[in-house]
């Protein structure tokens, strides 16, 4: 096939077609943005961020909240907690408390820890995705340096982030005059996201689950074997328990709360924890001194904008007001210029 030339040298030309397609000429719409066209839209965009941020701080300030931080208030335990030799010991502190009005609605507990980093890099990492399904549960691959204990038998779940999981155990108590305790049902169902309870963990397809992890043994730092977690409900036993599903969603800051448990609406608590007397009863294990941290314990309701938080709401009112700056600022300028070209005309 012969290439035609269009230059001296006999070469082939490089040079696009002369259709309206490849020399760009194609009809397009060219939008004239005027004053009057674009500031509309500024004073829209603020206003909505600006009415978004007012309702989600009002929102958040509706949500009622109760947080004690315990860690010094169980020092018996704290002190207990930080000789290693003392892993296998009980100790328990009760911590009165007063909700001065009503929490109506669902009521949900956290457990909170300062100064945890869980955002290391090395310890995001130190799991195994594949033991976690239940597909091979001797697969420790990648969960350094919790991989295998002393004798090499594999740990069952591996890693760090299993290993370090929070293990105290909280109860809540109800006292509707001072001769009368009442413990306040727990749900530990419902707190995990559907995701992770259905697709990213399994457990091992087995009738017995302790047969099923057998020639594995516990993280270094558990009491219980994964399949001994819930002593009261077997369906929460092994990679399905509840809150060990919980822990293993790391957090990015260091300080940051995870939910424990929720309250079981029914008999004196159908519509939430009444105003009164209270107390938390601590089965204190996970040791947070030795990392200069500290524990706390919330009760919150939530309302449908989630829990108590204030950051979106001034962020929504923030870029509203900016939003809103920026268009008078605009106008200003637009009038001032327009009525500076009607003097020079006159």
């Known amino acids: 096939m012969e290439v035609k030339s269009n230059n001296s040298r006999g070469l082939p030309s ?5 259709t309206a397609y490849k020399q760009q000429c194609l009809p397009a719409w060219r939008p004239y943005l005027t004053a009057w066209a674009v500031l509309p839209g500024f004073f829209t965009t603020g206003a909505f961020f600006l009415g978004m941020g007012i309702l989600l701080i009002l929102s958040a300030k509706s949500i009622k909240e109760i947080e004690i931080t315990y860690t010094d208030l169980c020092s018996n335990c704290s002190k207990l907690r930080e000789n290693a030799s003392n892993f296998y010991k009980e100790c328990t502190c009760s911590i009165p408390f007063s909700i001065p009005e009503k929490m109506p609605g669902n009521v949900y507990m956290y457990y909170k820890l300062h ?3 869980q955002n290391h890099h090395r310890y995001i990492i130190s799991r ?11 697969n420790v691959e990648n969960c350094a340096p919790f991989q295998k204990v002393s004798s090499g038998i594999p740990i069952a779940p591996c890693g760090a982030i299993a290993n370090s999981m929070f293990n105290d155990t909280i109860l809540l108590s109800y006292y509707p005059n001072s001769s009368t305790r009442i413990d306040v049902p727990l749900l530990s169902s419902g707190i995990t996201w559907w995701t992770d309870k259905h697709v990213k963990f399994q457990n091992p397809r087995s009738s017995n689950l302790s047969s099923a992890f057998a020639g594995t043994a516990k993280p270094p730092y558990w009491r219980k074997p994964v399949y001994q977690l819930d002593q009261e409900n077997p369906e929460n036993n092994g990679f399905l328990n509840n809150d060990f599903i919980v822990w293993m969603r790391v957090a990015a800051l260091p300080t940051f709360k995870n939910l424990y448990r929720r309250i079981h609406r029914i008999r004196q608590f159908a519509d939430g924890l009444p105003a009164g007397n209270y107390s938390f009863d601590i089965s204190y294990n996970f040791p947070v001194t030795v990392f200069k941290g500290e524990k706390g314990v919330v009760l919150s309701t939530v309302t449908w904008s989630g829990g108590k938080n204030f950051f979106l709401g001034i962020a929504y ?5 900016v939003t809103w700056l920026a268009a008078f ?3 200003a300028v ?3 210029l327009k009525k500076k070209n009607a003097s020079f005309q006159h």
């Open 334 to 336: 637009h009038l001032k």
């Open 115 to 117: 100064n945890f980093y």
């Open 128 to 138: 195994n995705n594949r033991q976690l399904l239940g597909e091979d549960i001797t």
């Open 317 to 321: 009112t923030a870029t509203g007001a």
């Open 329 to 331: 600022s605009m106008m």
């Open 14 to 18: 490089r040079m696009p077609d002369n």
